[in-house]
């Protein structure tokens, strides 16, 4: 999956380019100054032909090196968004394979960046409650250890009271220095209308959807307590919930089938993105204080 290879940090690499057509642009001015100084030596008056076509030249070299800096730094951030891409599929792809190491089958869709858990794996029809459900509690429990496992490489990691830090092994395990921006518990009902007011208090499906969503995220936390210590590039913690009611069905129809199917628990990867090279420069020196 990894387009990028690991013979070095690119960062380093496009750092070094740039830094040679600095150098090389510095050259050039240096140029053109003494030749600018040899023909006033030379001649005690330059003409003002021979000065305009000296300047214009002059001009046109900045040009070409300030057009190539550009490119070099479209380049670095194309760079960047494609190995936090990539690494969001690996982390997508762990997780679902430790989970099938301990016997658990999830869905998962890299094109969007989410791993899909069924909701008649976890929720009784119109419930909330994990524990309701045979298992539902264990796999919460499974996923929490797996997800932290697979994403502590990409996050800054914030004690309470102490300044954010980086893993001990962050140079290894993460030499592309790519960040995740948010982990999204995502809860999802089936479009069956409710009536009156349900035990946990939901009165509709974007209401239950979203108390699924938080007792999810409660019991992944209370499991793996370390999911709260891993913030994004902002210093926000990474790990939190949303709910869509039958809002983003994934099945179309009213068969059971389809039913199941919309009443789930997403999990949605969403990796940081700097808007442009200035951020990513940002956040490169960023980490090297913090190193």
């Known amino acids: 999956m990894d387009q990028q290879g690991h013979d070095g940090n690119y960062f380093i690499s496009m750092t070094d380019m740039m830094v040679g057509v600095l150098f090389v642009f510095i050259i050039i001015v240096s140029y053109f100054v003494m030749e600018l100084q040899k023909t006033v030596e030379n001649n005690d008056v330059i003409s003002r032909t021979a000065h305009e076509r ?46 099938e190491q301990q016997g658990i089958k999830v869905n998962v869709d890299l094109e969007v960046g989410v791993i899909r858990l069924e909701g008649d794996g976890l929720f009784n029809q119109t419930s909330s409650n994990l524990s309701e459900r045979v298992g539902a509690v264990e796999l919460i429990n499974q996923l929490s250890g797996a997800l932290y496992d697979s994403i502590r490489c990409y996050g800054l990691h914030k004690e309470e009271g102490l300044k954010p830090s980086l893993p001990e092994d962050f140079e290894s395990c993460n030499p592309d220095q790519v960040f995740i921006e948010a982990v ?63 809002q983003r069905p994934i099945k179309e129809g009213y068969s059971t089938a389809a039913k199941a199917a ?5 999990l949605r990867f969403v990796m940081y993105l700097p808007k442009d090279e200035a951020a990513r420069a940002s956040l490169q020196s960023r980490i090297e204080r913090l190193q």
């Open 54 to 99: 000296i300047v214009e030249r002059k001009d046109k070299e900045i040009a070409l090196l300030k057009e190539e800096i550009e490119k070099l730094k479209r380049k670095s951030w194309e760079l960047y968004a494609a190995a936090a891409n990539n690494k969001r599929s690996e982390i997508i792809q762990s997780i679902s394979q430790k989970l």
């Open 184 to 246: 999204y518990v995502e809860g999802h009902s089936d479009s069956d209308r409710l009536r009156g007011t349900l035990k946990d208090g939901s009165r509709n499906n974007l209401e239950l959807s979203a108390r699924r969503a938080t007792n999810t995220y409660a019991q992944m936390v209370s499991f793996t307590p370390s999911l709260t210590k891993i913030v994004n590039p902002f210093d926000q913690q990474a790990l939190s919930t949303a709910a869509y009611g039958s």
């Open 262 to 266: 919309n009443r789930r628990i997403d």
